[in-house]
């Protein structure tokens, strides 16, 4: 696990630019710093490295292919690596291997096979940048999930790639300006969409795909139409979906039994590394699971960490203290206190990079820092939502979308309408009681979704919070629509397909990469594996939800391993009371970055109605949290960054 960064500049300083870009990395790779310049080109790779499979200096990057041809700069691990290792030996024996490090082995058979069929025999998480001396490209790839971010695009003066913008505030002619449409959907959602950055002009490369450009191209600033064009699809979650709605397999028992063989391998895969590993636990489904099976393929106690807050309604802890005493890990805990969490918040928009509102950050970041004091690898139970539907907003929304169906468009806004009037009639009481609180906020969110087109924009309504849409100028600009491929006709696999594409890279994998990366600890994410990912296409919906309740697989082999009993339960989330701290110990930081002149420097933003907001909000007239975090995340971040709106 690494960051990696590389621009083309044909100064004499291009170099130092490049060190000071890896400076700004330091903390994804703690262990070692590589710079590979060709003066003649004017193209310099680099790369911060955490040292996690062959720690010797034979793992150095960037790394040279043993040709010389290639030089690749790679951030990520490909698991299967000592099966590709085999393949390479027996098709060339003539190979003579450096050391043991994934990227030899990947760099090998990229020299040996071709990018393209490299990247289809990788099982992995990465992105890397890849410089063909002789043919004068460089390829710029993505794992097929989108676990590993890779940023490139161009400024005035040179072209630039990083695993995170912030590298990218090296460049000595840095001038961000704001993307519009990038903003927008964030206000709306919490997240940025796809390829296009929070920067205007600086890309994400989409996951599961390569970029190819000479370096011709690299001298002229393109847009995304062009690049477009030019990206090559290795892996495609469309086709992926397609074929296995084509080929289901409707006997459970067979199902189950491909689905734990495949974890099983999964989990095994991700447990190989040269340091210290262990797992997140939060004592739900996804996490409890791949604890448990870690647990089964280890000869002693696996390391266990979670995080607890003093609010019962936002504490998970007792829970994954029970399903670790029953498993026997060796479980470390830390209950966090108000003021642990919010000393956090400072320090958010620097490092989450783009402006980014989950609230789930907060936590997340502490328990990747109360796991890297002990590992330096950590697994985690993420993407079981996604790919077994087990989100409940699931259920909601599909109940919701039938019964607006038959009403017509003006009076489904007529209603939007007077919610919205409701929401904000709503007083509270004398003495500060409000029981008319959680009134206001269900109508303002059924306002807000009343008011929807089709059924991705019922899903991000659902992502998104209260008030949004007041409160910003362009209220019509709407994130990208996630359009499901012809053969997902269900709309609750329509709802997982376009989470799996949208909000499980943008979203959970963002944050999960930023905050864990924050602290140098390397996250693994055996239920993303794409044998994983296709096979639950191959599920029929009613082997994966059945009256309401999601993940049935996965509780399944859940049963063989812990009791039902201490794994039934609500789902909570893994989410501080950001409404609370709002209206308290948050409220004069949030005063500040709510002031008129702070809203005067984001023009997309109605400021009256933000402020409107706000002291609804601290009033208790309704829980405007998550549209306020929005704002209050986006302003952060502008300032800290310089973003000219």
Sequence with gaps: MCGIAGLLDRSPDAPHVLERMLTRLAHRGPDDSGIWHDPSTGIALGQRRLSIIDLSQAGHQPMASSSGRFVLTYNGEVYNHAELRHELERAFPELVWRGTSD????????????????????????????????????????????????????????????????????????????????????????????????????????????????????????????????????????????????????????????????????????????????????????????????????????????????????????????????????????????????????????????????????????????????????????????????????????????AMQPLPMVFRRNVAVACKLSAMALRPLPGGRNPSGPISFRLARLADRLGTTDLDAMRLSFIGGAGLARIMRDAGRQPPTTLPPPAIVEPLRQLMYADQLDYLPDDILFKVDRASMAHGLETRVPLLDHRIVELSWRFPSPAITQHATGKLPLRQLLDKHVPRQLIDRPKQGFAPPMDAWLRGPLREWAEVRLSDSSLRELPMLDAGEVRKLWLAHCNGRMNAGYALWNVLMLADWRERFGVIC
């Design 103 to 402: 990227t030899e082995i990947l760099l090998a058979g990229i020299e040996r096979w071709g990018v393209e069929h490299a990247l289809q025999c990788v099982n992995g998480m990465f992105a890397f940048a890849l410089w063909d001396r002789l043919e004068r490209t460089l390829t710029l790839a993505r794992d097929r999930m989108g676990e590993k971010p890779l940023y490139f695009g161009w400024t005035r003066n040179c072209f630039a790639l990083a695993s995170e913008l912030k590298a990218l505030t090296a460049l000595p002619d840095w001038q961000p300006r704001m993307h519009a449409e990038a903003v927008s959907g964030f206000l709306r959602t919490g997240y940025v969409h796809g390829e296009a950055s929070a920067v205007a002009g600086i890309f994400r490369l989409p996951p599961g795909s390569a970029l190819e450009l000479s370096l011709e191209d690299m001298c002229h600033p393109r847009d995304w139409p062009w690049l477009q064009s030019r990206i090559r699809r290795y892996w495609s979650l469309a086709e992926a979906a397609t074929a296995g709605m084509a080929a289901p397999i409707n006997d459970e028992f067979d199902a189950i039994h491909q689905l734990e063989s495949l974890l099983r391998d999964a989990v095994g895969l991700r447990m190989a590394a040269d340091v210290p590993l262990g797992a997140f636990l939060s004592g739900g489904i996804d996490s409890s699971l791949v604890t448990a099976l870690m647990q089964s393929q280890s000869q002693q106690p696996v390391r266990t960490f979670s995080i607890g807050f003093h609010s019962p309604d936002h504490d998970e802890a007792p829970f994954a203290r029970a399903v670790a005493e029953h498993l026997g890990t060796e479980h470390t805990e830390l209950y966090a206190d108000t003021k642990t969490a919010l000393d956090l918040i400072p320090s958010l928009a620097e490092q989450f990079d783009e402006p980014f509102a989950d609230t789930s950050q907060i936590p997340t970041l502490l328990v990747s820092a109360l796991a890297r004091r002990h590992v330096s690898v950590a697994l985690s139970g993420d993407g079981g939502d996604e790919l077994f539907g087990g989100y409940t907003r699931y259920f909601a929304i599909t109940r919701l979308w039938r």
